[in-house]
Nanobody
Framework: VQLAESGGGLAQPGGSLRLSCAAS????????MSWARQAPGKGFEWVAA????????FYSDSVKGRFTISRDDAKSTLYLQMNNLEPEATGVYYC??????????WGPGTQVTVSS
């Protein structure tokens, strides 16, 4: 299993970023997928998740209404569209195979910094 995040970087408050996660080594469409993040000096937070069917999504209260998780099974790619970014969104974002709470397969992470 390999998960590779991309799309992180520096954004201004109120700006947008789109994270991608290229997956390989497993049948992507058979798995729920999640995004987790770790803010500086804090623990991990489960930000969003999507069922294998793509029919149901989960969002943490801190991002609900501003972030959108999606998937393209044909491309084995997971996305996280982040709009109206706040400084509190700063952190390392990880792509995870499985629903929130999964521990087996995580990507190396991509840094998101929201600052003016």
């Amino acid at each position: 299993v390999q998960l590779a995040e991309s799309g992180g970087g520096l954004a201004q408050p109120g700006g947008s970023l789109r994270l991608s996660c290229a997956a390989s080594g497993f049948i992507f469409g058979d798995y729920d997928m999640s995004w987790a993040r770790q803010a500086p000096g804090k623990g991990f937070e489960w930000v969003a998740a999507i069922q294998d069917s793509g029919s149901e999504m989960f969002y943490s209260d801190s991002v609900k209404g501003r972030f959108t998780i999606s998937r393209d099974d044909a491309k084995s790619t997971l996305y996280l569209q982040m709009n109206n970014l706040e400084p509190e969104a700063t952190g390392v974002y990880y792509c995870v195979q499985g629903p929130p709470g999964s521990v087996d397969y995580w990507g190396p992470g991509t840094q998101v910094t929201v600052s003016s």
